[in-house]
């Protein structure tokens, strides 16, 4: 059958991962926005999943709510016609008014800003709960930032001193609710993103330092210098903590320390090089401070490599004999939540799967950026780990573009990158739609249905492979 008589909803297992990629950032777009602002909720109000009941998600949950919100913010970017720009910014104001909405219930419940779930209408869920989850502040601050940037280079400055960033204390402004929160915060415990692990989590700190040195250069922007000053303070003390997750026996950077619950973990964790990525767009890139634990630093190279390795072995769906491009990720080798109970066994996920494609096209970039790729003894593995032939990779040595060793590295990871792509698609529905699991043994999805942060993945992995090829 010709391409043009090809119904476009149909998925054609033999086309190529480019056709398939257009086809399916239509439908994570419109499966995404069904979950945004839904007809029973309060405007920007989004659901983690349409999902009711075995699991119950029907909630605002804050970080997968913030994960989301970077995607609209990458829609609104992307978007030329008027009509589609003017929606994505409906939705974003939505979910600005609604978010200073919901600080202000949970505050007057008396649980405060790291409440990690929120009925539709706005209310905090208040039975028990992994709380307080303070990567939830973090992330809502790093997106609502940029879209505050975005909004002052098109001239609104009005409407970001009204909506987004008062440099008024006490704050009626959202941004800064969320930057004092953080600011205060971040010597104490939480609960980790996954909602289980009470202590401090290299995830969450990697995020409160983001939220931080960016929230402080808005505040800069915006004439409130000194709380700049106090937000860049308040994130120089978390350097420190966060290279306390290095294990150099282990050779990885592991999860969480001062681990305040049962039962001890390895430490061995996704969330660790999804960090990596979190906030950071492509789009932002040039314009904030330093990053701490960029994709290519040693440490996060290594961690990365040993997850591979884990998760590889872990899954039947990852045996090679099974011989499918890519390896499924999960959460963390002793999980135990299969997506509906939590004393059964874990699974890979097609989220993550999606993050760690997206980690390797971003790696590609730096490198192309920085025009060199350093080996050094700790971050060896991971190359050596690679899919590229007839190079030789030592330590010590620096590989400068212009060398064919260094373009064939940074190809490799482009092609490492799309394999966990193709594993995600290997998985999926055939409407493309995916729930929040996969099955370890089967691969069939399953958990919480059309779980709203998997299309955010899709699309800003896919929007950094896009860029990746600009830029080749
Ligand atoms: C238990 C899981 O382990 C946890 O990660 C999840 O957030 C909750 N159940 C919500 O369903
Ligand atoms: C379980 C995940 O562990 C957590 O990160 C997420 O926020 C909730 N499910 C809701 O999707």
Request: glycine share 6%; aromatic share 12%; proline share 6%.
């Amino acid at each position: 059958m010709a391409d043009t008589e090809r119904p476009r909803h149909v998925f054609m297992p033999e086309d190529s991962l480019e056709e398939w990629i257009l086809q399916e950032s239509e439908r994570a777009e419109i499966y995404l926005l069904r979950n945004v602002s839904p007809p029973d909720a309060l405007p920007g109000a989004i659901l983690a999943s349409p999902s009711r009941s075995n699991p119950d998600y029907y909630y605002h949950w804050v970080r997968d709510a913030g994960i989301v919100i970077k995607a609209i913010l990458q829609l609104y970017r992307l978007a030329r016609e008027p009509e589609a720009r003017r929606r994505y910014f409906d939705r974003m104001m939505e979910f600005v008014d609604f978010s200073w909405h919901i600080q202000r219930t949970a505050v007057q419940a008396g649980i405060g800003l790291g409440e990690p779930k929120f009925f539709v209408d706005g209310m905090p869920y208040m039975d028990p709960w992994g709380r307080p989850q303070d990567d939830g502040p973090a992330i809502r601050a790093i997106e609502l930032t940029h879209w505050a940037f975005l909004l002052l280079d098109e001239g609104r400055r009005e409407l970001v001193q009204e909506r987004l960033y008062d440099a008024r204390l006490p704050t009626g402004s959202v941004i800064k609710a969320d930057l004092e929160y953080t600011a205060h915060r971040w010597r104490a415990t939480c609960y980790d993103l996954w909602e289980e692990v009470l202590g401090h989590h290299f995830f969450t700190r990697l995020l409160q330092r983001k939220a931080l040195i960016e929230g402080a250069a808005l505040a800069t922007r915006l004439g409130d210098d000194e709380a700049a000053r106090f937000y860049v303070d308040q994130s120089r003390h978390l350097d420190g903590e966060l290279r306390r997750h290095w294990e150099p026996e282990r050779q990885y950077l592991v999860s969480v320390r001062d681990q305040e619950t049962d039962p001890p973990r390895s430490g061995l964790d996704s969330s660790v090089i999804l960090a990596t990525l979190g906030g950071y767009s492509i789009h932002d890139h040039e314009l904030y401070g330093e990053d701490l634990y960029p994709v290519e630093h040693e440490q996060v190279l290594a961690t990365a490599v040993a997850q591979k390795r884990t998760f590889q072995s872990l899954y039947p769906i990852n045996d090679p004999s099974r011989r499918i491009a890519g390896i499924a990720i999960g959460r963390y080798p002793e999980d135990r939540y299969d997506g509906y109970r939590t004393d059964s066994i874990g699974n890979p996920w097609p989220g993550i799967t999606i993050g760690f494609a997206m980690y390797h096209y971003k790696l590609a970039m730096q490198y192309r950026r920085s025009t060199r790729i350093a080996l050094t003894p700790t971050s060896l593995p991971f190359f050596q780990a690679l899919p590229v032939e007839d190079v030789r990779f030592d330590p010590g040595e620096e590989l400068l573009a212009g060398d064919p060793r260094f373009d064939r590295t940074v190809d490799a990871l482009r092609r490492e990158g799309d394999a966990f792509l193709e594993r995600a698609r290997y998985h999926m529905n055939p409407d493309g739609s995916m729930s929040e699991q996969m099955n370890r043994f089967t691969g069939f999805q399953q958990g919480a249905a059309h779980l709203s942060m998997n299309y955010a993945a899709f699309l800003l992995a896919t929007e950094m492979r896009r860029h990746l090829l600009l830029f080749s």
